[in-house]
């Protein structure tokens, strides 16, 4: 690799690793389309949708797992609904990654950019009144949590991802969980779901490691420090961003698909 693409990776996965600490989302969700498309714009290299997205698994593996660890400590966590939806959502996401072997490049796309819609949806969706509840005594509905959390795992595996820009939305309106207690609990959740999204890409060959291990580096400076600062910033604004977020990337993938045909 020259010096030029591992200043990308880096930058890439440092930028991304950030967000993903910041709003718990896994990171594939904005690494995925710059991944795929900034260095071939850039003319430095050019990369599958199977090579990017065995990649995002690797990354996301290391950047959810430093993102959960430093939040360990701050009592957000709802251990609870992470072993339901953690243990589900890591054989969903091993099942949807070594299943991706079997798809073309454009149908790998097309699934990134219907998850990324949907995530969308979803976060426009209203949650009236649901950060003024108390952290303490929170309960789900643990059949609704293990389904959720398969087919998640299924879908996002494909991409290589760990389905967190899913997950959050879900936690946030179907589950109920408040905003702060969302954002540790999916980082907890996207930690185990990247374990099966990994083996799987791992044994289809699909993972570079020259690239994956720059951008875990990244990952791993960067997530924690999102991850902290994610604790003091207010829930309404880690939702805009959420939303910002999950738009801008899902057109982009959509226009790519529908001018260039994936």
Avoid: C
Avoid at 77 to 84: A, C, G, N, P, R
Avoid at 197 to 223: C, H, Q
């Amino acid at each position: 690799m020259s010096v030029e693409l591992i200043l990308v990776l880096f930058l890439i996965g440092f930028i991304g690793s950030f967000l993903s600490g910041l709003v718990g989302i896994g990171g594939s969700i904005i690494k995925y389309p710059l991944l795929l498309y900034v260095p071939s714009m850039l003319g430095i290299a050019s990369y599958t949708a199977h090579e990017v997205a065995g990649v995002s698994a690797v990354q996301v593996f290391f950047a959810a797992l430093a993102g959960a660890f430093a939040l360990r400590k701050a009592k957000v966590i709802h251990y609870e609904l992470v072993l339901y939806m953690g243990v589900s959502i890591l054989i969903g996401s091993f099942v949807g990654a070594y299943g991706g072997r079997y798809m073309s490049g454009t149908t790998v796309n097309i699934v990134y950019a219907v998850l990324a819609s949907a995530a969308a949806v979803m976060m426009f969706l209203p949650k009236r009144g649901l950060d003024d509840r108390s952290l303490t005594g929170i309960t789900f509905n643990r059949p609704v949590a293990v389904l959720a959390a398969f087919a998640v795992g299924v879908t996002s595996g494909i991409v290589g991802a760990a389905g967190a820009f899913l997950l959050v939305p879900i936690m946030l309106l179907i589950l109920k969980i408040p905003t702060k207690m969302t954002v540790a609990t999916s980082l907890a959740v996207t930690f185990l779901s990247s374990i099966g999204s990994t083996v799987g890409k791992v044994m289809t060959g699909d993972v570079l490691w020259g690239p994956a291990i720059v951008m875990v580096v990244a990952s791993v400076i960067a997530a924690p420090l999102g991850a902290r600062l994610g604790t003091k910033v207010p829930p309404k604004r880690l939702h805009v961003l959420l939303i910002l977020l999950i738009t801008s990337t899902a057109g982009k993938v959509w226009y790519e698909i529908v001018t260039t045909g994936g």
